[in-house]
């Protein structure tokens, strides 16, 4: 089983949509969490981190349950400049080791 | 540019030849990583330095692999007798030591790999 799992997708969703992913991680000994968008070809970037309280940045939304280990990213009102991966990312114990999933493409069609 | 600069962006090699990969880093940042990604993947780690210190390596990668990093800024990996499943972009990071383990990764635009 893999540390990190995701939904591959694709998802497909209209523009102005409202789409989530989840991920889920395995150990639950996992410090900090991200967000990562990586488009194609291109490298990834860091989309936002992910707190215990949850958190937003513009149409973003991130949410973090730790008795489920499950993180959820929420996209609002989507854009065709969303079409990417998104990288569910964990930290595992004091370690600066980024341990990543391995992705869910969207794709939002006009 | 200050951004994470890899050399070259393409290499294309016979199996069992050498390769090496080039990564300089943002300047003021002490933590330098490494990791491989290939198609329909997320990265995968290799290794990662605070400074010239390397201070973990994955269990995934073979003594066929080095990295190193001697004097705490750019970095090399090498590849001794390539395969072909070691085609891949090898992607290189880095981030400031501010403390903790919620810090931004910078990523390189990697170099691709191909072993014919």
């Known amino acids: 089983r893999k540390e990190v799992e995701q939904d591959p997708g694709p998802f497909n969703v209209p523009e102005g949509a409202t789409v989530a992913f989840n991920c889920t991680y395995s150990?639950?000994?996992?410090?900090?969490f991200f967000w990562y968008r990586q488009d194609c070809r291109k490298e990834p970037k860091l989309l936002m981190s992910v707190y215990s309280s949850g958190n937003e940045d513009g149409r973003f939304t991130a949410q973090l349950n730790r008795a489920s280990q499950y993180i959820s990213l929420l996209i609002r009102d989507s854009k065709l400049s969303d079409s990417a991966t998104y990288l569910c990312?964990?930290?595992?114990?004091?370690?600066?080791?980024?341990?990543f999933g391995s992705g869910t493409r969207l794709l939002v069609r006009p | 540019d200050t951004g994470v600069s890899q050399n070259p962006r393409h290499k294309i090699t016979k199996r069992g030849q050498n390769v090496t990969f080039r990564c300089d880093p943002i300047?003021?940042?002490?933590?330098l990583y490494w990791y491989r990604q290939t198609l329909g993947q997320g990265p995968e780690f290799l290794t990662y330095f605070q400074n010239e210190a390397q201070l973990e390596k994955s269990r995934l990668l073979s003594d066929r692999f080095s990295a190193e990093r001697p004097k705490g800024s750019f970095s090399t990996l090498e590849i001794q007798r390539t395969e072909q499943g070691d085609s891949a972009m090898y992607l290189c990071a880095s981030s400031p030591d501010r403390g903790g383990t919620n810090e931004k990764l910078f990523f390189g635009s990697g170099t691709q790999l191909s072993v014919l």
């Open positions: 990312v964990v930290t595992r114990d004091s370690s600066y080791k980024l341990i």
């Open positions: 150990n639950s000994a996992s410090q900090s």
């Open positions: 300047s003021e940042h002490n933590r």
